[in-house]
Nanobody, 114 residues
Framework: QVQLVESGGGLVQPGGSLRLSCAAS????????LSWYRQAPGKERELVAY????????NYADSVKGRATISRDNAKKKVYLQMNSLKPEDTAVYYC???????WGQGTQVTVSS
């Protein structure tokens, strides 16, 4: 069965960095695009970043453009989200998402606070 397991969240000060990881299993990882979403308290879930199956193309939400980098390692079956210059408004639960099949991970909490 498809599994997406996020890790790497935590508490970070404004201006800090985090690297989120999503370990995948149960499908042919290298064949599918993947995304990162986030959901802040009281807000709708929003797309943060998207990467194609080969990693050759990426897209970002305007809110994180220039501060986030999505990448993947098809040999390790992992997708990453590097977030820099973090702001309090980046506080949210971050989810890994497999668009083709509609699978979500359980999420990892990112809290940006001094």
């Amino acid at each position: 069965q498809v599994q997406l397991v996020e890790s790497g969240g935590g508490l970070v000060q404004p201006g800090g960095s985090l690297r989120l990881s999503c370990a995948a299993s149960g499908f042919t990882f290298s064949s599918y695009a993947l995304s990162w979403y986030r959901q802040a308290p009281g807000k709708e879930r929003e797309l943060v970043a998207y990467i194609t199956s080969t990693g050759g193309s990426t897209n970002y939400a305007d809110s994180v453009k220039g501060r986030a980098t999505i990448s993947r390692d098809n040999a390790k079956k992992k997708v990453y989200l590097q977030m820099n210059s973090l702001k309090p408004e980046d506080t949210a639960v971050y989810y890994c998402f497999l668009p083709y099949w509609g699978y979500w991970g359980q999420g990892t909490q990112v809290t940006v606070s001094s």
